[in-house]
């Protein structure tokens, strides 16, 4: 055992992404294969502060997760998660989203909307502690540590659903790798626009005020209900895009 998170006297033992659990999505493949199986970053899933707040977040089918990513390189590549995309709504067109929160450090989440093999728009938010980003629904997302601090980050998520890492491991990663020099594009996919750089999400759309730690929406599980029903908040999400 190791690597035990305390969240308010609740301690969650993390899941662990290993290197090798990232074949196929890295661009360093030839450092790949001989590089040694070591932990990437640990994911400690469903966390709260007592049992109280935690009956309330199951009964709203929420989830409260923190992962930690210590700086590193992959061969030529910044350490990554492995990204997803989620499913769409039982009975509607718009797959779920997610909300994100930098507790510790800086982060590059780079978004992505796929049409086939043609990939639509490409986003990408840096964000530093106390940056509340949101993942449009129809968007894969992947998220980079490119500083020399670890990085440490809280996100609620529906709990109703499994993330599809399919999709961005059949084409060999995301639509941008980030490496020393800057992202470079993935010619695993057919066509890929330039990448649009947007600020993070303002707080006070989620009825927070600006550095607030989120895990406060505790206080409000309603204020999350676009997690759970994003069909219903198209025009929300929408002024997410635009810069």
């Known amino acids: ?14 899941d662990i992404r290993m290197l090798y659990d990232m074949n196929g999505v890295l661009y360093d493949t030839e450092w790949f294969q001989t590089a040694k199986n070591t932990e990437l970053y640990y994911m400690y899933r469903d966390m709260y502060r007592n049992e109280k707040e ?11 997760d923190i992962t930690i990513i210590p700086p590193q390189m992959l061969g030529k590549e910044y ?16 797959s779920y989203s ?9 982060a590059d989440y780079l978004f992505q909307k796929m049409n086939g093999e043609t990939i639509e728009d490409v ?9 509340i ?16 601090k670890t990085l440490k980050m809280a996100n609620w998520v529906c709990n109703d659903f499994s993330s599809m890492y399919q999709p961005i491991k059949e084409h060999a990663g995301a639509a941008y790798y980030l490496l020393k020099n800057g992202y470079v594009p993935n ?8 990448i649009r750089y947007l600020k993070p ?41 635009v810069k």
């Open 1 to 14: 055992m190791g690597n035990e998170l305390n969240f308010f006297g609740h301690v969650v033992s993390p």
């Open 54 to 64: 935690h009956e309330a977040i199951k009964s709203q089918h929420l989830r409260y």
């Open 79 to 94: 350490v990554k998660t492995a990204g997803h995309y989620h499913p769409n709504v039982p009975g509607a067109s718009t």
């Open 98 to 106: 997610e909300l994100y929160q930098v507790l510790e450090g800086e």
């Open 123 to 131: 986003v990408c938010i840096k964000a530093i502690v106390e940056d």
């Open 133 to 148: 980003v949101v993942v449009p629904p129809g968007y894969g997302h992947v998220t980079i540590n490119s500083s020399n």
């Open 187 to 194: 010619s695993k996919y057919t066509k890929i626009p330039a």
């Open 201 to 241: 999400t303002d707080a006070s759309i989620l009825g927070l005020a600006k550095g607030e730690d989120m895990y406060n929406l505790i206080n409000d599980l309603n204020k999350l209900d676009f997690l759970k029903n994003p069909h219903l908040y198209d025009t929300m999400y929408s002024k997410l895009l």
